[in-house]
């Protein structure tokens, strides 16, 4: 929530609703009486200088209304206000709604429909707060900050309990609790374009209207690809490649998604075989209209046109739409959480863990990235038994690093594009491409709560902002990461 609370015991004091209730008060009980001293001017005068200052009041409120959930998937280390665009958006939120909250705290350690499920819990405690205060739960409007494949999960966690007859969609928990309608302009905060790489802006996106039929096809272009032929009694896959950005990557990016949807080439996507697909469409989106319809409210148009011809394709591919997708995209994230609410259950975003061959979104790059890690108080450790002639634990104690560190290695080894350059004792240097340090980081966590190893990593564009970093991750706290690109 934001700070303008205090609470005492279980009472809650809105001081703004305090100070309107206490003003109306004034001027209906005692400011009549005393205005009454000087006469029926000044009681005229404060009458309309009340009405003014009411007026004031309703006009600055009249466009506040429910109450904002901000869905941020944060990397490991991040810090409450290590974003930069939180600033903004916590304007944007007080300046359109009634209060609003983060969810989180994340849970790193976890894969991500866990962390997806632990979102909505946060967001249902943080509504039993909201009715402390408020008088039942208020219209809810969704923000999402999120990288592809959260904002995919996050879309098919909510699929499910999609409505169209109301205002919005309900989210049904494990023990039957009901997320309240929340509003159909789901909303994304972004730093695609250069001028909004450090405050964001917002992108808005009219799901009702998208997953309707009817919208106009011609606003992208789609071609078919068959890739694979399948045998008889195996599991159709429809391939959804979808490319909205830069013209001039599109071939390679086209070339890759394909190759990795038919399973002869990975082209730096996490493919399994459970990903192998049969037949493609090949969406090419232009990215300026859609960045100019995300900007407005004409972004479900182009989110319709891919949904109509999905759904005509399917019929006559598969005689139904309900075959799983898999998804391979370079577009804004705010898509791939449309997709995720769109396409029929069982179907994945297919995340990207290589070197890409272009820029995706305007983030990310192809430039390698420098990572330490170092163990906690290993030192320290060894020094203790041998101080304390305990020679056979020291030994142990040594061959228990030792084992743990070559655990940590393997693990981080088997991320996508992850070199290990040296190792020596309880450190180790890596190098990776800047697209896979999410999935760097996440090994970590990992790492950290399977072995019980203490250790702390740093990482930058060259040695010497990795070592810094890696000095930073010492002196604040030990056993995290912190990462400066």
Not at 123 to 151: K, M, N, Q, T
Not at 219 to 243: C, P
Request: charged share 20%.
């Amino acid at each position: 929530m934001t700070p303008k609370r205090v609470r005492l015991r279980y009472w809650v004091i809105d001081f703004r609703q305090f100070t309107f209730w206490f003003s109306a008060a004034f001027v209906a009980g005692a400011g009549p009486n005393l205005a009454a001293i000087g006469g029926v001017r000044a009681l005229v005068g404060m009458s309309l200088v009340a009405t003014v200052i009411g007026f004031g009041l309703w006009l600055h409120n009249r466009r506040k209304v429910g109450i904002g959930i901000y869905v941020h998937f944060a990397r490991p280390g991040d810090g409450p206000d290590s974003v930069a665009v939180l600033k903004s958006v916590r304007r944007l939120m007080e300046k359109h709604h009634q209060d609003w909250f983060r969810t989180g705290p994340d849970r790193f350690g976890e894969r991500l429909p866990q962390r997806v499920d632990g979102m909505f819990a946060s967001i249902r405690h943080r509504l039993d707060e909201v009715e402390s205060w408020a008088s039942g739960i208020p219209p809810l409007f969704l923000y999402v900050h999120c990288r592809h494949d959260e904002a995919f999960c996050l879309g098919q966690r909510v699929a499910p309990s999609w409505g169209l007859t109301g205002r919005g969609y309900d989210i049904h928990d494990s023990d039957g609790w009901v997320l309240p309608a929340i509003d159909c302009q789901v909303r994304a905060v972004s730093r695609y374009s250069p001028e909004s790489r450090e405050a964001g802006e917002l992108y808005r996106l009219d799901l009702a209207r998208a997953l309707t039929t009817g919208h106009r096809r011609d606003l992208v272009e789609v071609e078919s690809k068959a890739l694979i032929s399948r045998q008889d009694g195996a599991t159709n896959r429809l391939a959804i490649i979808v490319h909205a950005a830069a013209p001039e990557g599109w071939q390679a990016f086209v070339t890759g998604a394909v190759e990795a949807a038919a399973g002869r080439l990975t082209s730096g996507y996490l493919v399994d075989d459970e990903d192998l697909c049969d037949n493609a469409l090949v969406f090419s989106v232009p990215i300026s209209p859609l960045v100019a319809a995300l900007r407005g409210d004409t972004a479900a148009d182009f989110v319709g046109a891919i949904r109509d011809h999905w759904l005509h394709f399917a019929a006559q591919l598969y005689g139904t739409p309900e075959v799983p997708v898999r998804v391979f995209m370079q577009a804004p994230s705010i898509l791939a959480f449309a997709f995720g609410v769109m396409f029929p259950p069982g179907s994945r975003l297919v995340p990207w863990v290589g070197t890409p061959a272009v820029e995706s979104n305007g983030e990310g790059s192809a430039a390698e990235v420098v990572a330490i890690v170092d163990g906690d108080d290993v030192g320290v450790g060894m020094e203790r038994e041998l101080l304390s002639r305990n020679l056979t634990t020291a030994v142990e104690y040594s061959a228990q690093m030792e084992a743990d560190m070559v655990a940590l290695t393997r693990n981080l080894r088997s991320v996508a594009g992850v070199r290990l350059m040296s190792t020596g004792g309880d450190s180790a240097i890596f190098t990776l491409p800047r697209s896979s340090v999410m999935l760097f980081e996440q090994s970590l966590s990992r790492s950290r709560a399977e072995l019980g190893y203490r250790f702390s990593c740093g990482y930058g564009t060259d040695s010497r902002e990795a070592f810094v970093a890696l000095r930073a991750a010492k002196t604040t706290g030990k056993n995290v990461t912190v990462g400066w690109l």
